[in-house]
């Protein structure tokens, strides 16, 4: 019998709609300070978004630090969400289609808004 090669990420509790939430933004918002890096831009408000939701997320991981499981599925978290505006960001600057262009940028805006409210300490629930 074969065992599957993740099957460890399914033992133990999973982390909590807020914990991946920040997991989600910490992405989102690594992807938004490398992508103005990239287009030349200073975005020192994006940056200091990221380090806060960094050091918020830490605190998950720092309750949980024995805990590799839960670990590697923030990690999973914030690397998706990278990935997921970096393409983004792609189509909203690079694509050649306008109308692919206009709505990238239209999800962007609402991701990082999301993230935002976050921040401010409202609802989690629109990830």
């Known amino acids: 019998m074969l065992v599957p090669l993740c099957s460890f990420a ?8 807020q914990a991946q939430a920040l997991a989600t933004c910490h992405g989102r918002y690594t992807a938004t300070v490398e992508h103005s890096r990239l287009v030349a831009v200073e975005n020192d408000a994006a940056a200091m978004r990221r380090d806060l939701i960094e050091a918020l997320m830490n605190t998950f991981l720092a309750e949980r630090a024995g805990d590799r499981t839960f670990s ?17 960001f792609s189509a909203a600057t690079f694509g050649q289609d306008m ?26 629930r629109a990830f």
């Open 10 to 17: 399914a033992e133990g509790p999973q982390p909590t709609e």
């Open 72 to 88: 590697i599925a923030l990690m999973r978290n914030r690397v998706e969400a990278r990935s997921e505006m970096r393409n983004l």
């Open 99 to 124: 109308r692919r262009q206009r709505l990238a940028d239209g999800q962007i805006r609402r991701h990082l808004s999301a993230c935002d409210a976050l921040i401010l300490g409202q609802d989690v």
